[in-house]
């Protein structure tokens, strides 16, 4: 059972920025993609940035320029560095991976932007 831990959530004024760390209880080059999501209150799940296993990354138009998905080999980590956060940044983070058609996710972490 692959099992998926975050940290890094918390409250953030309107600009500021947080950093988000997901450490997967197997090595992250077992999965195809590993990547964050985020869920807003009565909103869907929605992707925010998508890793694959060759270090390629995709992003929501809504964080491109001001998030960044990165990894680190030795830690076996993924992070996600969230700059110039806005109000509508906030939600719900959660860490996904998948390999052969299944998907795991992490237990979700809140991120607040609010003044």
């Not at 560095?81 to 998948?98: F, G, H, I, R």
């Amino acid at each position: 059972q692959v099992q998926l831990v975050e940290s890094g959530g918390g409250l953030v004024q309107p600009g500021g920025s947080l950093r988000l760390s997901c450490a997967p209880s197997r090595s992250f080059f077992i999965f195809n993609t590993m990547g964050w999501y985020r869920q807003a209150p009565g909103k869907q799940r929605e992707l925010v940035a998508a890793m694959s296993r060759d270090g390629r990354t995709n992003y929501a138009d809504a964080v491109k320029g001001r998030f960044t998905a990165s990894r680190d080999n030795a830690k076996n980590t993924v992070f996600l560095q969230m700059n110039s956060l806005k109000p509508e940044d906030t939600a719900v983070y959660y860490c996904k991976a998948d390999r052969y058609e299944r998907d795991y996710w992490g237990q979700g972490t809140q991120v607040t932007v609010s003044s």
